[in-house]
């Protein structure tokens, strides 16, 4: 048995359902295509279950690339603003926390179940849960061969597009379905892939070499940490949190995206303070300790095992130390350089960096130039958002460019 559509798009998440919606309601019969049995998981569990949709301040700088340019056209054409007005036609209520980022007021589901409407409304048809166990193409369009069950148990299915949009997202959370089939099948047609990884997701370190550091687990700061090359400089101020494995929190995460294994992050515990030139200019009139003179800036626990991993007496006092033991101390805190010797990897990952080579696709129909009618969107493709609502900006974004066009 076969059947016929316009455009067949695999992956019934953000970008996919966006894309399936706007396709659909330009006229196209679409049919989406996910082997999951729960729609749009990755939505669901977003932002505590709120759903981060979007950040009112998204620009192209927001995003990591080997082909900076790409997203420019995209997220020009379809803007945070634009999604507002599709939420307010829908009535989901939301608000703003912090840095610009946007949560639904009561749940990540009425997102859900928005995308699902506006797919109801182009008259979207659905093969869910069902695997394709096969992609072909020839003069007429694209061939899948489907499962109707993931196991295998439920019948196939033949269904036939002129259009195939590969929106089934990258490798981050595992357990909750995520696979390697967009690069599978950007490899099947010749397509080069940029090498995935794990992208905001907590870093990790030696147990050894962090083992001073573990009696301040729990403890939260607002930090300045910065990595990468000069071309792709990562530099943030965000809460760092630390954990009895390593660092976490939303200075980690963001950092994470720039980080290479074997380098080194900076951090700075204190950026309001420079604390070498503080303790110099006033150590002939400081009463108190060092441990204590540093609690007024820093939580005890932190300073307990700062000083002591740091070889420093925390009953010293500053007016008997001398200027570079000062020094020291102010670098250890406002430029501490330390290697993770890894990331929690994709099971914590909330995206996936890298994916399908976006200089084999076009910025305004995300059309592959060498397959007429492939086209990828999404997480699948080589771009990726910061920590804050950016990404699925960029599902909405591409999703409607693809949708106009395929």
């Not at 009561?106 to 928005?114: F, P």
């Amino acid at each position: 048995m076969s059947t016929q559509f316009d455009v067949a798009v695999i992956g019934a998440g953000a970008a996919g359902m966006m894309c399936a919606a706007v396709a659909a309601q330009r006229g196209r019969s679409v049919v989406l295509i996910d082997h999951a049995t729960k729609l749009a998981e990755k939505i669901r569990i977003s932002g505590g279950g709120r759903c981060n949709f979007t950040n009112v301040d998204t620009a192209p700088a927001n995003f990591l690339s080997n082909n900076p340019h790409f997203c420019k056209s995209a997220l020009s054409r379809y803007t945070p603003q634009d999604f507002l007005g599709l939420m307010k036609r829908h009535r989901i209520a939301y608000h703003e926390k912090h840095k610009g980022q946007l949560f639904c007021d009561r749940s990540a589901e009425d997102v859900i179940a928005m995308l699902k409407a506006e797919c109801d409304t182009g008259h979207v048809q659905w093969r869910m849960p069902c695997k394709v166990a096969g992609v072909g193409k020839d003069d007429a369009g694209f061939r899948l061969d489907l499962e109707l069950r993931a196991d295998g148990s439920g019948g196939g299915e033949t269904i036939l597009a002129g259009s195939l949009v590969i929106a089934s997202g990258g490798l981050s959370i595992p357990k909750i379905g995520a696979t390697d089939f967009a690069y599978r099948i950007a490899r099947q047609f010749g397509l080069k892939v940029v090498e995935p990884r794990p992208a905001l997701v907590p870093l990790t370190f030696d147990d050894q070499a962090w083992a001073p550091f573990v009696p301040m687990a729990g403890i939260a700061l607002e930090v300045d940490v910065e990595t990468g090359s000069k071309q792709t400089r990562g530099h943030f101020r965000e809460d760092l949190l630390f954990t009895h494995r390593g660092l976490s929190g939303p200075a980690v995460l963001q950092i994470s995206s720039f980080w290479d294994p074997n380098t080194a992050l900076t951090l700075n515990l204190l950026p309001q303070i420079d604390v070498a030139a503080s303790l110099i200019k006033e150590k002939s009139s400081i009463r108190k300790n060092l441990g204590n003179h540093l609690a007024q800036w820093l939580p005890i626990r932190v300073v307990e095992g700062w000083l002591a991993a740091n070889a420093f007496q925390a009953d010293a006092r500053p007016a008997d130390m001398p200027d570079r033991e000062l020094r020291r101390l102010g670098t250890s805190l406002n430029a501490w350089q330390l290697i993770p010797n890894g990331s929690e990897g994709y099971r914590k990952a909330e995206v996936t960096r890298g994916g399908v080579d976006t200089r084999a696709l076009s910025q305004q129909t995300m059309m592959a130039s060498t397959v007429p009618g492939l086209h990828f969107v999404g997480e699948a493709v080589d771009v990726t958002g910061w920590l804050g609502g950016y990404n699925f900006q960029w599902a909405w974004a591409s999703g409607m460019a693809c949708g106009l066009a395929a």
